[in-house]
């Protein structure tokens, strides 16, 4: 798992340091829902990859909100080049049922973690993790249509168990897997 640290040197050109704050709690509730969105894609067992996003929005939401020096990044940095975004994007299409970390996708692209996720964002409109959870329900669509039950499906896919997959699945599909499943074509 990356550590706060890591985030800010990976993300702030020459390193950032640590972040100093002058108050302890802040009362503030974007920052609060910033530090809770990683904590409740851990307890919802989500990938890797959404997990370590999450930790870096919220590391560098933090230290620009309420540190004493916060992170400065310059005009334009991060945004990697097109083609090692297809890197990315080509290893995401590939092995999209396993749980691959950022510093793997990050490594094929040839760049840091943070340009990855702010040139894939750049180049598709969405992040990586957005990316491999539709290949992944893409996937899990065909695999109903053949007439795999719906915990098959998930497993095959790569999704935690069929809850996950039933709550992806219906959130995007509007219809539950099972349903999708016995629906006629």
């Keep these: 798992m990356t550590s706060r640290v890591e985030v800010l040197d990976d993300a702030v050109p020459g390193g950032a340091g640590l ?17 809770a969105r990683p904590h409740t894609a851990v307890v919802e067992d989500a990938p890797r990859l959404a997990v370590e996003e999450r930790l870096t929005a919220a590391v560098l939401y ?10 400065r990044l310059p005009e334009g940095y991060g945004l990697a080049e097109p083609a090692a975004m297809a890197r990315a994007r080509g290893l995401l299409r590939q092995r999209y049922a396993e749980n691959i970390a950022a510093d793997e996708l990050a490594r094929v692209a040839g760049c840091s973690r ?13 992040a990586p993790s957005d990316y491999q959870r539709d290949l992944r329900l893409r996937r899990a669509r065909a695999l109903l249509a053949e007439g795999l ?5 998930a ?13 992806w699945f219906t959130r995007t599909y509007g219809v539950t897997p099972a349903a999708y499943r016995t629906a006629p074509r």
């Excluded at 497993?155 to 709550?167: E, I, K, M, P, S």
Aim: hydrophobic letters at 45%; aromatic letters at 12%.
């Design 62 to 71: 933090l230290s620009r909100r309420a540190a004493t020096r916060p992170a």
């Design 149 to 153: 039950a719906p915990s098959t499906a």
């Design 19 to 35: 972040p100093l704050f002058d108050t302890p709690v802040p009362d503030d509730p974007a920052l609060a829902g910033a530090v």
């Design 155 to 167: 497993a095959d896919v790569g999704f935690a168990d069929q809850a996950h997959l039933t709550r």
């Design 114 to 126: 943070f340009a990855l996720y702010r040139g894939f964002r750049a180049a598709y409109g969405f």
